[in-house]
């Protein structure tokens, strides 16, 4: 049966007629065009009232459950398998991460230059869900937050160290091969972290939810990443060729997420040791995640508006406090000016950045790079459904403009803040920023942003503002995560019972757990590496089939609409 492209509803089981549940949405608007007689979650079973899809469910469950086992049964040999592949991939498949990334950029810029952007996410006649501020709150708040709180002053000062020459700070080569001190050493430092914090990892994420919110949307495709290649490859997709694509989607996203919350759960131990006296150790880390864990449950039986929406509204209010007393109570006009200098010095060498051919700086390359590109792959599929499920209403070239643009106008502002002022703290000589950062008998890569604040004033109070910042950025994606996990596993069904979240947001906690008691910091980035890998080939495919779908849809919708 034909369903019709842009109308969000389900087929009658009595008529037969398609029954559109948006009051926003007229059907004169629109043509049949998808022709599936599939139906959102028919493949499920339903024990007890679950939504449960067969066979993705299963075997993402299963396959989870064995490799926590086996993780915490036997830590070391897990350690060394997830070393030994990682090095593998970075060293052999480096042009594959590098490439793809590249390729994403320019999927981006084609939606955002070309007829294609008119088209309306929903229809003409959808109006968005949520106001621009809120979309903007949960999808910055989805796609970075603890990232930029790990990553802030850790990463712009690593790569100082290492193109000053500043002992053994972790990092053989510097940016590029560059060796430079002083102002100089700043701008190829600053270069260097906007580069990984800028427009290719929004680009990835751009991929995934373009994608799932117009084949959704605009199709009334199940929210799964399958139904993006509907167009190419029909209804094979609802066989064991999709089945293949979610099921590597679940293993990505849960991974890809417990390297953020592990990240997240370390950073929040150490600051709760340094600012309030809480022993360290894995058992501090450990109840850490299991207590956010929990405060995650709570905030997934409040739903998408109750929980997810309040906590980013908070944690952006929250972020943008910190961000604001760091300017003022820093160097203000040096900041603001530097993050001038600093954009201006990552467009000069983006392209540069962006090659893998004839790179002298391998380690960088690899240990940076090549890791935050399958990171950000590995965590596409949970960011870009979520911001595919808030997302409705908005048209292409405005969801790329604020997906892709103001995420890295706020990105370079929030480094510079940051690891810029850090930076210049150091040149000025301020011992307890060498002390902290440095660490040269006993680095810790989890102390830095602690180490920053105490240079300031109100370091307690700001300080434990940037615990609670950690923990409620762990708390919204945990549940965001186990939203997106939840509705692929359900065969795209939105509405699937709680519970089944609850299940998701459990297994979250429990396999950054087992990652983190098997090798640390670097199991945890080793799995990530792994498992973007397989899924960085299944975005390029997606990219693909979006760019024709939508290309072939772009004459349907009239000029002056975006």
């Known amino acids: 049966m034909g369903r019709r492209r842009g109308l969000i509803g389900s087929t009658d089981t009595t008529s037969g007629e398609y029954v559109v549940t948006d009051p ?25 009232g679950l939504e449960l899809h067969n066979p993705v469910f299963f075997i993402t469950a299963v396959g989870i459950v064995l490799a926590v086992a086996f993780a915490m049964i036997f830590p070391e040999r897990a350690d060394d398998a997830l070393s030994g592949l990682r090095g593998y991939l970075e060293s052999t498949f480096d042009w594959v991460y590098m490439g793809a990334a590249n390729l994403f950029v320019l999927f981006c810029l084609i939606l955002l230059v070309s007829p294609m952007g008119r088209i309306r996410l929903g229809g ?48 053989e080569d510097s940016p590029l091969g560059i060796t430079a001190e002083g102002s100089e050493g700043k ?52 066989g064991w060729f999709g089945h293949v694509i979610d099921i590597l989607a679940v293993f990505a996203t849960m991974f890809g997420l417990a390297t953020s919350l592990g990240l997240g759960a370390e950073q929040a131990a150490t600051g709760m040791a340094h600012v309030w006296g809480v022993p360290e150790g894995n058992a501090t880390v450990v109840t850490l995640i299991l ?21 980013s509204a908070l944690n952006m209010i929250m972020f943008a406090l910190l961000g604001a007393f760091v300017l003022i109570a820093g160097s203000t006009i040096s900041i603001l000016w530097g993050s001038v200098t600093s954009a201006g010095h990552y467009v000069a060498n983006l392209v540069q950045l962006s090659n893998w051919v004839g790179r002298e700086d391998t380690d960088f390359m690899h240990g940076w790079t090549v890791f935050y590109w399958a990171w950000w792959i590995s965590w ?42 850090a930076i210049d703290q150091f040149l000025a000589g301020i011992e307890s920023v060498s002390t902290h950062i440095l660490m040269w008998d ?43 996990i939840d509705t692929i596993s359900a065969g795209g069904k939105t509405d699937a019972p709680v519970v089944q979240r609850s299940f998701w947001a459990i297994f979250e906690g429990l396999v950054a757990i087992a990652l983190l008691l098997s090798g640390g910091i670097a199991a945890l980035q080793a799995g990530a590496i792994a498992l973007g890998f397989p899924f960085a080939i299944v975005l390029l495919l997606m990219a693909g089939c979006t760019l024709y779908a939508m290309w072939k849809e772009a004459p349907n919708y009239r000029p002056g609409t975006a």
């Not at 109006?127 to 990232?147: D, H, Q, S, V, Y």
């Not at 292409?396 to 403009?401: A, C, G, K, L, T």
């Open 124 to 171: 003409e006649s959808a109006k968005p869900e949520f106001t621009r501020l809120a979309w903007f709150g949960m999808l910055f708040a989805a796609g970075m937050g603890i990232g930029l709180m790990f990553f802030g002053v850790l990463e712009p000062f690593y790569h100082y160290a290492s193109a000053a020459g500043l002992g053994d700070v972790g990092g």
């Open 291 to 311: 207590v956010i864990t929990a405060i995650a449950l709570v905030s997934i039986l409040l739903g998408i508006h109750g929980g997810v929406r309040r906590l």
């Open 24 to 48: 926003n949405q007229n059907p004169d608007d629109y043509n049949p065009v998808v022709e599936t007689d599939y139906e959102v979650g028919q493949d499920n079973v339903r024990p007890l």
């Open 187 to 238: 701008a190829i430092a600053m270069a260097a972290t906007i580069f990984h914090w800028g427009v290719h990892p929004w680009a990835i994420y751009a991929v995934v939810a373009g994608s799932l919110a117009f084949f959704s949307f605009n199709y009334g495709l199940p929210l799964t990443i399958r139904s993006a290649f509907f167009p190419i490859f029909g209804d094979r997709v609802w």
């Open 442 to 484: 006993n680095y810790d890569d989890t102390m830095p942003l602690f180490g920053f604040l105490e240079a300031l004033p109100l370091t307690a109070l700001t300080s434990s503002v940037a615990i609670l910042l950690v923990v409620i950025f762990f708390v919204t994606s945990s549940d965001s995560g186990s939203l997106v």
């Open 380 to 421: 596409a599929p949970f960011v870009g459904m979520f911001i595919a499920r808030v997302s409705y209403g908005r048209t292409v070239r405005e969801f790329i403009f604020c997906v892709l643009i103001i995420p890295v106008l706020a990105t370079i502002l929030w480094m510079n803040i940051m690891g810029g002022l």
